[in-house]
Protein backbone atom coordinates (compact mmCIF):
# COMPACT_ATOMS: atom_id res chain seq x y z
CA UNK A 1 0.00 0.00 0.00
CA UNK A 2 1.17 3.34 -0.84
CA UNK A 3 0.28 7.09 0.17
CA UNK A 4 0.34 8.79 2.97
CA UNK A 5 -1.96 6.33 5.33
CA UNK A 6 0.33 3.59 3.80
CA UNK A 7 3.35 5.70 5.53
CA UNK A 8 2.05 5.94 8.34
CA UNK A 9 1.00 2.28 8.93
CA UNK A 10 4.78 1.27 7.27
CA UNK A 11 6.09 3.49 9.59
CA UNK A 12 4.47 2.46 12.57
CA UNK A 13 5.23 -1.15 11.76
CA UNK A 14 9.18 0.00 12.37
CA UNK A 15 8.65 1.54 15.34
CA UNK A 16 6.90 -1.49 17.19
CA UNK A 17 9.77 -4.09 15.17
CA UNK A 18 12.54 -1.51 16.94
CA UNK A 19 13.71 -0.15 13.92
CA UNK A 20 14.96 -3.31 12.92
CA UNK A 21 16.30 -3.44 8.26
CA UNK A 22 13.50 -4.58 6.23
CA UNK A 23 10.50 -2.55 8.54
CA UNK A 24 12.92 0.40 7.76
CA UNK A 25 13.10 0.02 3.98
CA UNK A 26 9.51 -1.05 3.81
CA UNK A 27 8.82 2.24 5.04
CA UNK A 28 11.09 4.23 3.00
CA UNK A 29 9.88 2.81 0.04
CA UNK A 30 6.22 3.58 0.36
CA UNK A 31 7.22 6.88 1.15
CA UNK A 32 9.91 7.57 -1.93
CA UNK A 33 6.85 5.96 -4.22
CA UNK A 34 4.29 8.87 -2.46
CA UNK A 35 5.97 11.76 -4.10
CA UNK A 36 4.84 14.98 -2.54
CA UNK A 37 1.65 13.52 -0.90
CA UNK A 38 3.89 11.53 0.69
CA UNK A 39 6.07 14.05 2.14
CA UNK A 40 3.34 16.19 2.99
CA UNK A 41 2.26 13.15 5.53
CA UNK A 42 6.24 12.56 6.52
CA UNK A 43 6.19 16.11 7.77
CA UNK A 44 2.79 15.28 9.58
CA UNK A 45 4.51 12.27 11.19
CA UNK A 46 7.71 14.03 12.21
CA UNK A 47 5.73 16.98 14.17
CA UNK A 48 3.38 14.06 15.51
CA UNK A 49 6.96 12.30 16.88
CA UNK A 50 8.43 15.71 18.15
CA UNK A 51 5.58 16.28 20.35
CA UNK A 52 5.13 13.05 21.72
CA UNK A 53 8.58 13.15 22.57
CA UNK A 54 8.17 16.37 24.16
CA UNK A 55 5.64 14.57 26.63
CA UNK A 56 8.28 12.33 27.48
CA UNK A 57 10.40 15.07 28.72
CA UNK A 58 12.46 15.27 25.17
CA UNK A 59 12.99 18.59 23.41
CA UNK A 60 14.15 19.36 19.92
CA UNK A 61 17.79 19.81 20.87
CA UNK A 62 18.11 16.49 22.79
CA UNK A 63 16.70 14.70 19.80
CA UNK A 64 19.24 15.97 17.60
CA UNK A 65 21.65 14.77 19.46
CA UNK A 66 20.47 11.81 20.40
CA UNK A 67 20.49 11.38 16.34
CA UNK A 68 24.24 12.37 15.64
CA UNK A 69 25.07 10.01 19.36
CA UNK A 70 23.66 7.08 17.90
CA UNK A 71 23.23 7.12 13.95
CA UNK A 72 25.71 9.34 11.77
CA UNK A 73 26.06 12.81 10.61
CA UNK A 74 24.63 12.52 8.19
CA UNK A 75 21.23 11.60 10.16
CA UNK A 76 22.11 14.55 12.66
CA UNK A 77 21.79 17.26 9.93
CA UNK A 78 18.56 15.46 8.45
CA UNK A 79 17.27 16.12 12.03
CA UNK A 80 18.10 19.59 12.04
CA UNK A 81 16.19 19.99 9.39
CA UNK A 82 13.13 18.32 9.76
CA UNK A 83 12.71 17.96 13.32
CA UNK A 84 12.43 21.47 14.31
CA UNK A 85 9.46 22.77 12.39
CA UNK A 86 7.91 19.05 11.10
CA UNK A 87 8.92 18.82 7.19
CA UNK A 88 9.38 15.87 5.52
CA UNK A 89 12.72 14.53 3.97
CA UNK A 90 12.47 15.78 0.22
CA UNK A 91 14.11 19.23 0.56
CA UNK A 92 17.27 17.79 2.85
CA UNK A 93 17.30 15.12 -0.23
CA UNK A 94 17.74 17.69 -2.89
CA UNK A 95 20.19 19.44 -0.33
CA UNK A 96 22.37 16.57 -0.18
CA UNK A 97 21.68 15.36 -3.36
CA UNK A 98 20.76 11.92 -1.99
CA UNK A 99 18.11 9.77 -3.72
CA UNK A 100 14.74 9.48 -2.70
CA UNK A 101 14.56 6.22 -0.88
CA UNK A 102 18.29 7.22 0.72
CA UNK A 103 16.78 9.93 2.42
CA UNK A 104 13.61 8.17 3.13
CA UNK A 105 15.39 5.42 5.01
CA UNK A 106 17.38 7.92 6.89
CA UNK A 107 14.16 9.76 7.74
CA UNK A 108 12.44 6.77 8.97
CA UNK A 109 15.33 5.83 10.84
CA UNK A 110 16.03 9.29 12.54
CA UNK A 111 11.78 8.73 13.55
CA UNK A 112 12.27 5.27 14.53
CA UNK A 113 15.45 6.36 16.97
CA UNK A 114 13.23 9.26 18.68
CA UNK A 115 9.68 7.28 19.09
CA UNK A 116 11.90 4.74 21.08
CA UNK A 117 13.48 6.94 23.77
CA UNK A 118 12.34 6.74 26.94
CA UNK A 119 10.27 8.84 29.13
CA UNK A 120 12.55 11.22 30.92
CA UNK A 121 11.58 12.33 34.60
CA UNK A 122 10.27 16.01 34.55
CA UNK A 123 12.73 18.84 35.81
CA UNK A 124 11.50 21.58 37.82
CA UNK A 125 12.00 25.09 36.16
CA UNK A 126 14.15 27.58 38.78
CA UNK A 127 13.22 30.96 38.53
CA UNK A 128 15.18 34.29 39.70
CA UNK A 129 14.58 35.36 42.94
CA UNK A 130 13.16 38.90 41.27
CA UNK A 131 11.46 39.85 38.30
CA UNK A 132 13.43 40.79 35.01
CA UNK A 133 11.90 43.88 35.32
CA UNK A 134 12.93 44.76 38.94
CA UNK A 135 16.84 44.39 38.12
CA UNK A 136 19.30 44.08 35.34
CA UNK A 137 19.69 40.01 35.46
CA UNK A 138 19.56 39.72 31.66
CA UNK A 139 22.26 42.90 31.07
CA UNK A 140 24.24 40.98 33.72
CA UNK A 141 24.54 37.75 31.89
CA UNK A 142 24.94 39.62 28.51
CA UNK A 143 28.14 41.39 29.83
CA UNK A 144 29.14 38.16 31.20
CA UNK A 145 28.88 36.46 27.42
CA UNK A 146 30.71 38.82 26.18
CA UNK A 147 33.48 38.84 28.36
CA UNK A 148 33.84 35.18 28.07
CA UNK A 149 33.81 35.02 24.06
CA UNK A 150 36.52 37.94 24.22
CA UNK A 151 38.69 35.85 26.87
CA UNK A 152 37.97 32.79 24.52
CA UNK A 153 39.04 34.68 21.02
CA UNK A 154 41.93 37.12 22.02
CA UNK A 155 45.49 35.95 20.65
CA UNK A 156 46.98 37.59 23.81
CA UNK A 157 46.99 35.65 27.13
CA UNK A 158 46.91 38.46 29.27
CA UNK A 159 44.05 39.60 27.97
CA UNK A 160 42.13 36.87 28.37
CA UNK A 161 42.55 36.09 31.49
CA UNK A 162 41.70 39.85 32.51
CA UNK A 163 38.58 39.10 30.44
CA UNK A 164 37.53 35.88 32.24
CA UNK A 165 38.79 37.03 35.82
CA UNK A 166 36.15 39.81 35.50
CA UNK A 167 33.63 37.38 33.96
CA UNK A 168 33.99 34.76 37.08
CA UNK A 169 33.68 37.90 39.41
CA UNK A 170 30.27 38.85 38.19
CA UNK A 171 29.16 35.35 38.03
CA UNK A 172 29.87 35.06 41.65
CA UNK A 173 28.97 38.30 42.85
CA UNK A 174 25.55 37.34 40.82
CA UNK A 175 24.97 34.10 42.53
CA UNK A 176 25.77 36.08 46.28
CA UNK A 177 23.50 38.80 45.42
CA UNK A 178 20.61 36.36 44.42
CA UNK A 179 21.05 34.45 47.69
CA UNK A 180 20.87 37.34 49.75
CA UNK A 181 17.74 38.90 47.76
CA UNK A 182 16.19 35.32 48.12
CA UNK A 183 17.13 34.93 51.79
CA UNK A 184 15.37 39.08 52.78
CA UNK A 185 12.22 38.18 50.32
CA UNK A 186 12.01 34.54 51.64
CA UNK A 187 12.48 31.74 49.24
CA UNK A 188 8.70 31.08 48.23
CA UNK A 189 8.52 30.20 44.51
CA UNK A 190 11.93 30.89 44.17
CA UNK A 191 13.40 27.22 45.00
CA UNK A 192 15.93 25.46 42.54
CA UNK A 193 14.90 23.77 39.21
CA UNK A 194 17.40 21.43 36.98
CA UNK A 195 18.62 21.84 33.19
CA UNK A 196 20.04 19.06 30.80
CA UNK A 197 23.44 20.05 29.35
CA UNK A 198 24.85 18.05 26.63
CA UNK A 199 28.11 15.63 27.39
CA UNK A 200 28.91 15.39 23.61
CA UNK A 201 31.52 12.12 22.78
CA UNK A 202 34.43 11.59 22.13
CA UNK A 203 35.79 11.88 25.82
CA UNK A 204 32.25 12.04 27.70
CA UNK A 205 33.31 10.92 30.99
CA UNK A 206 36.41 13.51 31.44
CA UNK A 207 33.90 16.31 30.01
CA UNK A 208 30.77 14.95 32.23
CA UNK A 209 33.98 15.80 35.38
CA UNK A 210 34.72 18.39 34.25
CA UNK A 211 30.95 20.06 34.38
CA UNK A 212 30.85 18.54 37.74
CA UNK A 213 33.74 20.32 39.14
CA UNK A 214 31.62 23.38 37.73
CA UNK A 215 28.79 22.70 38.91
CA UNK A 216 29.90 21.86 42.63
CA UNK A 217 31.94 25.45 42.42
CA UNK A 218 28.49 27.26 41.67
CA UNK A 219 26.45 25.65 44.69
CA UNK A 220 24.87 23.15 42.00
CA UNK A 221 24.83 19.35 41.52
CA UNK A 222 25.11 16.84 38.46
CA UNK A 223 23.81 13.73 37.32
CA UNK A 224 25.27 11.99 34.21
CA UNK A 225 23.45 10.18 32.32
CA UNK A 226 26.11 8.36 30.47
CA UNK A 227 23.47 6.29 27.76
CA UNK A 228 22.13 9.78 26.30
CA UNK A 229 25.11 12.44 26.48
CA UNK A 230 23.71 14.89 29.02
CA UNK A 231 24.72 15.67 32.67
CA UNK A 232 20.99 17.03 34.69
CA UNK A 233 21.93 20.14 36.82
CA UNK A 234 20.24 21.26 39.78
CA UNK A 235 20.69 24.66 41.02
CA UNK A 236 19.35 28.02 41.27
CA UNK A 237 18.25 30.14 38.38
CA UNK A 238 21.82 32.24 38.89
CA UNK A 239 24.16 29.17 39.57
CA UNK A 240 22.74 27.09 36.41
CA UNK A 241 23.23 30.06 33.73
CA UNK A 242 26.58 30.54 35.17
CA UNK A 243 27.78 26.81 34.94
CA UNK A 244 25.94 26.71 31.50
CA UNK A 245 28.69 29.64 30.49
CA UNK A 246 31.18 28.62 32.45
CA UNK A 247 31.52 24.54 31.14
CA UNK A 248 31.30 25.97 27.55
CA UNK A 249 33.55 28.28 27.92
CA UNK A 250 36.56 26.12 29.67
CA UNK A 251 35.33 23.06 26.86
CA UNK A 252 36.74 25.62 24.46
CA UNK A 253 39.64 26.49 26.01
CA UNK A 254 40.51 22.77 26.70
CA UNK A 255 39.96 22.22 23.21
CA UNK A 256 42.37 24.88 21.80
CA UNK A 257 45.50 23.27 24.05
CA UNK A 258 44.77 19.99 23.04
CA UNK A 259 45.11 20.74 19.67
CA UNK A 260 48.39 22.73 20.08
CA UNK A 261 49.49 19.23 21.72
CA UNK A 262 52.05 17.05 20.51
CA UNK A 263 50.04 13.94 21.02
CA UNK A 264 46.66 12.96 18.89
CA UNK A 265 46.46 9.44 20.70
CA UNK A 266 43.19 8.98 23.08
CA UNK A 267 44.78 7.94 26.03
CA UNK A 268 46.65 11.04 25.99
CA UNK A 269 43.64 13.60 25.49
CA UNK A 270 41.29 11.43 27.48
CA UNK A 271 44.26 11.82 30.46
CA UNK A 272 44.62 15.32 29.66
CA UNK A 273 40.55 16.22 30.00
CA UNK A 274 40.49 14.12 33.16
CA UNK A 275 43.51 15.91 35.03
CA UNK A 276 42.30 19.46 33.43
CA UNK A 277 38.52 18.94 34.80
CA UNK A 278 40.16 18.10 38.59
CA UNK A 279 42.95 21.18 38.43
CA UNK A 280 39.65 23.25 37.61
CA UNK A 281 37.76 21.92 40.28
CA UNK A 282 40.55 23.01 42.97
CA UNK A 283 41.38 26.55 41.44
CA UNK A 284 36.79 27.35 40.97
CA UNK A 285 36.42 25.86 44.58
CA UNK A 286 39.20 28.40 45.74
CA UNK A 287 37.82 31.62 43.81
CA UNK A 288 34.20 30.67 45.66
CA UNK A 289 35.37 30.81 48.99
CA UNK A 290 37.36 34.07 48.48
CA UNK A 291 34.44 36.11 46.87
CA UNK A 292 32.22 34.45 50.41
CA UNK A 293 35.12 35.37 52.24
CA UNK A 294 34.89 38.77 50.72
CA UNK A 295 31.53 39.80 51.93
CA UNK A 296 30.73 40.79 55.16
CA UNK A 297 27.31 40.20 55.35
CA UNK A 298 26.38 37.99 58.26
CA UNK A 299 23.30 37.05 56.38
CA UNK A 300 25.05 35.36 53.68
CA UNK A 301 26.37 32.13 54.76
CA UNK A 302 22.92 31.30 56.15
CA UNK A 303 21.73 32.21 53.05
CA UNK A 304 23.80 29.94 51.24
CA UNK A 305 23.22 26.88 53.62
CA UNK A 306 19.91 27.03 53.05
CA UNK A 307 20.26 26.89 49.35
CA UNK A 308 22.53 24.26 48.88
CA UNK A 309 20.39 22.14 51.62
CA UNK A 310 17.65 22.72 48.94
CA UNK A 311 19.68 21.41 45.76
CA UNK A 312 20.65 18.61 47.57
CA UNK A 313 17.17 17.69 48.62
CA UNK A 314 15.92 18.51 44.42
CA UNK A 315 18.70 16.56 43.38
CA UNK A 316 18.17 13.26 46.00
CA UNK A 317 13.96 13.86 44.64
CA UNK A 318 14.88 14.03 41.22
CA UNK A 319 17.30 10.83 41.86
CA UNK A 320 17.17 8.54 44.62
CA UNK A 321 19.35 6.48 43.38
CA UNK A 322 23.04 7.18 42.02
CA UNK A 323 25.77 5.22 41.27
CA UNK A 324 29.64 6.89 41.05
CA UNK A 325 31.81 6.69 37.92
CA UNK A 326 35.54 6.63 38.35
CA UNK A 327 37.49 7.99 35.92
CA UNK A 328 41.48 7.42 35.42
CA UNK A 329 44.16 8.87 33.22
CA UNK A 330 46.83 6.37 31.67
CA UNK A 331 49.15 8.70 29.82
CA UNK A 332 51.15 10.21 32.20
CA UNK A 333 52.40 13.85 29.35
CA UNK A 334 48.75 14.17 29.13
CA UNK A 335 48.10 14.05 32.68
CA UNK A 336 50.63 16.45 33.54
CA UNK A 337 49.92 18.83 29.96
CA UNK A 338 46.20 18.99 31.49
CA UNK A 339 47.35 20.04 35.09
CA UNK A 340 49.11 22.81 33.66
CA UNK A 341 46.65 24.25 31.26
CA UNK A 342 43.98 24.28 33.97
CA UNK A 343 46.24 26.26 36.36
CA UNK A 344 46.22 29.08 33.18
CA UNK A 345 42.93 28.76 32.16
CA UNK A 346 40.63 31.56 32.16
CA UNK A 347 38.07 31.66 35.30
Not at 114 to 128: E, F, S, V
Request: neutral net charge; glycine residues 8%; proline residues 4%.
Amino acid sequence: MTGPTGFDTALAAAVGGGGREHDVDAAASVLAASGADGDAAAARAAARIVRESAARGWTVPDLVRMTGRELTPRHQRLAEAVLPEGRGPAAFAAAERLDRFSAAAAFVEVLCLCARLPRLPDLPRAQAVAAAGDRPASKMLGRIRALLAKAESTGFPEEAEALSAKAQQLMAAHSIDEALLGDAGGTGGYGPGARRIGVDRPYEGAKALLLDAVAAANRCEAVWASEFGFSTVVGHAADLDAVELLYTSLLVQADRALHRGRSRSRDYRESFLIAYAAEIRERLAAAAATEVAARPDEALLPALAARDLAVRRTRERLFPTTSTTRLKGRDSEGWQAGRTTARTADL
